[in-house]
């Protein structure tokens, strides 16, 4: 079945590497897609950085590629915040975060002003007291409240970190509100890489290392789903889930020799 996917989403944090340290079998897997005609977008909940970032240090693990080439948790709120139309919206994340927000024509701050009526809150690798504390006095007045993604943990050489998801909640404790998630699991990333590059449901799939946002994803879209065990998921973790993935591989080297 996965011999008709000619569309593969990638998820870049534990799939295709680990901070700096490419996985074994990316750099073939990207070239069996290249080979067979196909396409290939890395989709990221990371909202940390901007894609000229990712660009920069996919280029320091070997690989080329352009902006085309990804489709971002923070590209999708940024789609969502258009269409709402804001008059202020308080942008809790990093100063790469605000930057695209800010190139999305949005009308943002970093301050606590009168006239906010939206926070949107990214995984913030510059996370402050102040913040926090800026966020419940937001939350508290009742403005709306969009986050990029519900990640718990961002995965480090060292282990975790938490993310938007863990921050999130650690807020929900203060203020009673929890934010809607715009990323993974949630369809779009994948609606909109499958419109950008002219492919059906039955002939993409996603691969990612997480159940509860990758793996949801697809099946919240109706793609097909591939699971690695190279980074925070496990087995446990699919035995204990409702959220199903359609393929199983140890790491993305097992699933390029199971295609090639």
């Not at 067979?36 to 990221?44: A, D, E, N, P, V």
């Not at 419940?136 to 519900?150: R, W």
């Amino acid at each position: 079945m996965l011999k008709d996917v000619k569309l593969y989403l990638l998820d870049m944090d534990g799939t295709i590497y680990l901070d700096d340290d490419l996985f074994d079998g990316t750099l073939d897997f990207l070239d069996y897609v290249k080979r067979i005609g196909g396409k290939y977008f890395f989709l990221t909940n990371n909202s940390s950085k901007s894609v000229d970032k990712y660009i920069e240090k996919l280029a320091k693990l070997g690989i080329a590629s352009t902006a085309d080439d990804f489709l971002t948790s923070t590209n999708a709120t940024v789609l969502y915040l258009q269409e709402k139309n804001y008059h202020k919206i308080y942008a809790f994340g990093t100063t790469s975060f605000k930057e695209q927000l800010r190139e999305g024509g949005l009308p943002i701050t970093d301050k606590v002003e009168e006239d906010i009526d939206c926070l949107c809150m990214g995984f913030d690798t510059e996370l402050s007291f102040q913040k926090l504390e800026d966020a419940c006095i937001l939350l508290n007045k009742g403005v709306d409240y969009i986050a990029t993604n519900p990640d718990w943990v961002c995965p480090t050489w060292y282990g975790y970190v938490p993310d938007c998801g863990s921050v999130s909640q650690m807020l929900f404790n203060a203020t009673k509100r929890m934010p809607k998630f715009i990323g993974k699991p949630e369809p779009t990333m994948a609606l909109l890489a499958m419109e950008k590059a002219g492919y059906m449901p039955e002939e993409t799939a996603v691969i990612g290392d997480r159940l509860y946002t990758d793996i949801a994803c697809g099946v919240n879209a109706g793609i097909h789903s591939i699971f690695v065990l190279s980074g925070e998921g496990t087995m446990e973790d699919v035995e204990a889930s409702e959220t199903k993935p359609e393929f199983i591989y140890k790491n993305i080297r097992e699933l390029y020799e199971d295609l090639k």
